[in-house]
């Protein structure tokens, strides 16, 4: 065993996923009963609590950026991006949010058409499809990357321009170290954000090999079942491992760049010979309806509403987010070395989400035309397998077979990229933050992961561990407050220091800014 797989953290994170894994596949049943009741406990009970705080982290970080901070570079101030605008795009998508887009791009909206938010209207109505067309864009919209934003803002602020390890145990580490253990609070507030992450990616990646083997279903007619999802995540394993082997500059970012240039060339197909015009109606409307309803939608809990919409949807995602940004903010940090917080902000609050919109206006809208004019069956057929929506929707249009494969192609590379990311960021987490963890634990960490995912599978274990991940969100949501607490107690901090330097120099361009100097000093 090499000197960085004896690191306490490292040692630590195993032991807890493999107790949880332990007891989810040998209890899957009583597993998933336990944790889905806490979960629903915990969503329908709190969800106030996770609105008001996911629309916080959107305040904040639009703040920033506008603030006098927005120019402040994540590294040095000389520093440039070091991956293009393109590839940092798609290298964003890659940790886990692509799949899950291409997974509920068509399957969301139908949902929400058959079963409209707070039972606003009636299902099956053309007013229940623009209602579900407008929640899913705020679902998968700017609050979805708040919270990946925000971590990964404040881990980048203080692993590239102060010069400290990428962890949360570093961002707190001033309150921690007031405590009497204060190194085993640290210690344990990384092994927290690696269990929460090993476990999201593990259950993420299961539910990717199910809707593969449901495509494979649907077109060639394969059983589903065990024997094809082993060799389908064996498939998997093999290649996000050769992906990790290769180095973040090559094997995610040019996976990333091929895999967001597919999604592209499939949403402009389906867009050229689906229901072009209500397509791009369905967009616009959709945006302009988003946007009008954005503070509505950000802050309403549906007191009133006994299906309990928001705690199975917008709540629960909120939740997800939560308990995965550990994971993609700190990605989200690693590759956006050198961009202004303005640049981070606009970047990773806004471009993700407007693909994401894009996306779901176009296969979404498509599904729901085809529902309302042709009767195509969509929404019975979503209804009865969630797995296969994408797939139903390409059996419609030209050449469906040639893109129902181009849409497993896209799920395929999505995934690998996924736990490419993941083994990258969990080694980075288990190694003190280093931006190159050693080879031999990402392939670890990869193993682990797929590992996890088989025995999840064979057992029926994963949507109880799912659930327990999402738990995650809760005590999390109160250390992402002392984070966002932190960095600006840091910035503010800085910034004094800058321009009590300037002052100093005599080099402070206008009195204003000594002034502001002597304040901020004082």
Not at 49 to 75: C, N, P, Q, T
Not at 102 to 131: D, I, Q, S
Not at 170 to 179: C, D, G, H, N, W
Not at 486 to 503: G, I, K, S
Request: glycine letters at 10%; proline letters at 4%; aromatic letters at 12%.
């Amino acid at each position: 065993m090499t000197k960085s797989l004896r690191q306490p953290v490292f040692l630590v994170s195993v032991a807890v996923v493999f107790l949880l894994v332990v007891l989810g596949a040998s209890f899957p049943a009583e597993f998933g009963q336990a944790a889905g009741d806490a979960l629903r406990w915990v969503t329908t009970r709190l969800g106030w609590f996770y609105l008001l705080s996911v629309f916080g982290f959107v305040v904040v970080l639009i703040y920033l950026a506008f603030s006098k901070y927005g120019e402040i570079r994540l590294g040095p101030p000389d520093s440039e991006p070091e991956f293009s605008y393109f590839s940092w795009i798609a290298m964003l998508l890659a940790t886990g949010f692509g799949v899950g887009l291409v997974f509920y791009g068509v399957a969301e909206p139908m949902k929400h058409y058959l079963n409209p938010p707070y039972a606003m209207l009636p299902g099956g109505t053309e007013e229940a499809a623009r209602l579900a067309i407008q929640y899913s864009f705020f679902n998968w919209g700017v609050h979805q990357w708040a919270a990946f934003a925000i971590v990964g803002l404040i881990i980048g602020y203080y692993q590239f321009r102060k010069h400290k390890p990428g962890l949360v145990s570093t961002v707190l580490e001033p309150i921690t170290r007031k405590l009497p253990a204060g190194d085993q609070a640290g210690g344990a507030l990384d092994v927290f954000a690696v269990v929460a992450t090993v476990m999201g990616v593990a259950t993420s990646l299961g539910l990717g090999v199910l809707q593969i083997n449901g495509g494979l279903a649907f077109l060639f007619g394969l059983p589903e079942g065990f024997a094809w999802q082993a060799i389908i995540l064996g498939a998997m394993a093999a290649a996000y491992i050769v992906s990790t082997a290769t180095g973040l500059a090559r094997g995610i970012k040019i996976l990333s760049t091929i895999n967001l240039a597919l999604a592209l060339a499939l949403m402009a197909y389906v867009l050229a010979f689906g229901p072009t015009l209500t397509i791009l109606e369905t967009v616009v409307q959709g945006l302009g309806d988003y946007l009008q309803n954005f503070f509505v939608m950000s802050l309403r809990t549906g007191p009133y509403d006994e299906t309990k919409w928001a705690a199975d949807w917008t709540v629960f995602y909120w939740a997800w987010v939560i308990a995965w940004s550990p994971f993609v903010g700190t990605f989200v940090a690693r590759i956006s070395h050198g961009r202004t917080i303005k640049e981070y902000v606009f970047g990773v609050l806004v471009m993700p989400p407007l693909l994401a919109c894009l996306w779901i206006g176009v296969f979404g809208g498509a599904a729901l035309y085809l529902e309302l004019a042709r009767e195509a069956g969509l929404a019975a057929a979503v209804d009865a397998n969630i797995t296969t929506a994408l797939f139903k929707l390409l059996a419609l249009l030209p050449l469906a077979d040639l893109l129902s494969i181009v849409g497993m192609v896209l799920i395929f590379i999505f995934l690998i990229t996924s736990a490419d990311s993941a083994s990258y960021i969990v080694a980075q987490m288990t190694d003190r933050g280093s931006t190159d963890p050693p080879l031999a634990k990402r392939i670890a960490w990869g193993l682990l992961i797929a590992g996890i995912c088989l025995t999840l599978i064979a057992t029926g274990g994963l949507q109880g561990l799912q659930a327990g991940a999402v738990l995650s969100a809760l005590p999390f949501t109160f250390i992402l407050y002392a984070m966002v607490w932190e960095l600006l107690r840091v910035l503010a901090a800085d910034r004094r220091a800058a321009l009590e330097e300037l002052y100093e120099k005599h080099e402070a361009p206008v009195a204003a800014t000594i002034e502001e100097a002597r304040q901020l000093a004082e």
